[in-house]
């Protein structure tokens, strides 16, 4: 299924038969690229081919940039909320998401105990300082602990609390500026506060596993929140004559809004409904994908919690969803078919949305000067057939000997 890292020459050229940047499509495709990043982009036969180019030819693909998963909990075995107890490292995460054409994301951890979250977080704030062949790990997302139990999914309710500033700021400097995005009940005790604090620290107070109202969710967003986490999952169900989280965050345009893409979790017409009502660069797609990604059937963790896979859907030993087996290489053609935007907004939600949101200025985009962060998709398959991280192929469906 994988293959090794695979260094090519300084300047190589990718032939394709489009490309989404994606802000516009481009027909029969060259993509150079020099080193670990793009120095041109343009129709084929616009380029030389001088001596020294290496021509990489994928007849039969597309190209579009590398996705960028800001909400997942894990794959190929890999759960990020326990990685304290089996001292395990990231690479089996990061061989799965680069042979689904993902080339950055945020491993996210659920509510633990205060303990237990610092030494999670100083782990993985450890990880995203290393480079992996594969998938590069380029913060954190914490989904708790100051969250509503009332609507806590598959969550610990032990772990779940008020909020206290002092554990804050310890779980803060424990990721040593790693730390991206926090999920929060904003109607929790001190929310304001923990915003305020969040954005001081360049950190995104994201809204979600809450029963927030309107006053609420307008006194949250005025503090800096700019986020809502799984937008329908875990907060209440859109209502004709109340008016909370789930409402306000599809009609208030200073929101991003997170949507899990599996086909299960979210209703298509939501995801239609959801992509009508919020500008396009405001839409972020999101695996919220756990260890059992990547893997056959059988039994996993979130956290603490123990979940079952099979035939794709995830849940706890009680029956309740507790996130995805499924990748962005699905998502983004699901997210096609039921919103039915232009390819191009769509790649958009995957792409350069969630790069933007959490400060990837280089990533995200097919364009000269940002990384080499590209997926080849075969056309006839929607498959990944390579997927180039900052100019290195990390995963290449062709290669002989892949497992």
Known sequence: MFSDERKLKDRVLYVVDSC????????HTGILCEGSHILAIGGASAFNHDP?????????????????????????????????????????????????????????????????????????????????C??????????????????????NREY????????????????????????????????TSLIELLCENNIIASMGHSLADEETF??????????????????????????????MALVDNRIDVELILDGALIHPRMIELACRAKPKN??????????????????YHLGECEIHVEKGKVTTMDGVLAGTTQTLEEGWQHLARASHMPLTDAAACLTVNPARSIGL?????????????IAFFDTGTNNVRMTVSKGTVVYDATAKGKE
Do not use: W
């Open 20 to 27: 989404l940047t994606p802000f516009e499509e481009i027909r």
């Open 218 to 247: 307008v006194r949250a967003v005025d503090a800096g929140a700019s986020r809502c986490t799984h937008l329908f999952n875990g907060m209440p169900a859109l209502h004709q004559r109340s008016v909370g989280l789930t409402a």
């Open 361 to 373: 200025t280089k990533q995200g985009e097919l364009k000269p000067g940002f990384f080499a962060d």
């Open 160 to 191: 779940i609390r008020q909020i206290d500033l002092g554990e804050a700021k310890e779980l803060i400097a424990a990721a040593k500026g790693k730390l991206k995005i926090m999920t929060l009940a904003p109607e929790i005790k001190n929310a």
């Open 282 to 299: 405001r839409i972020i797609g999101v695996s919220d994908a756990v260890a059992g990604a990547g893997m056959s059937d059988g039994n």
């Open 52 to 132: 020294g180019l290496e021509v990489v030819d994928l007849k039969g693909c597309y190209a579009i940039p590398a996705f960028v998963d800001t909400h997942i909990h894990g794959s190929g075995g890999f759960d990020s909320s326990t990685v304290d107890e089996h001292n395990e490292d990231m690479s089996s995460m990061s061989k799965v998401l680069a042979s689904h054409g993902v080339t950055a994301f945020l491993p996210t951890i659920v509510s633990n105990e205060h303990k237990s979250l610092l030494n999670v977080i100083d782990l993985l704030a450890c990880m995203c300082e290393k480079e992996y």
């Open 134 to 155: 594969g998938a590069q790990p380029v913060g954190i997302h914490s989904e708790g602990p100051f969250i509503n139990a009332h609507k806590r999914g598959a969550q």
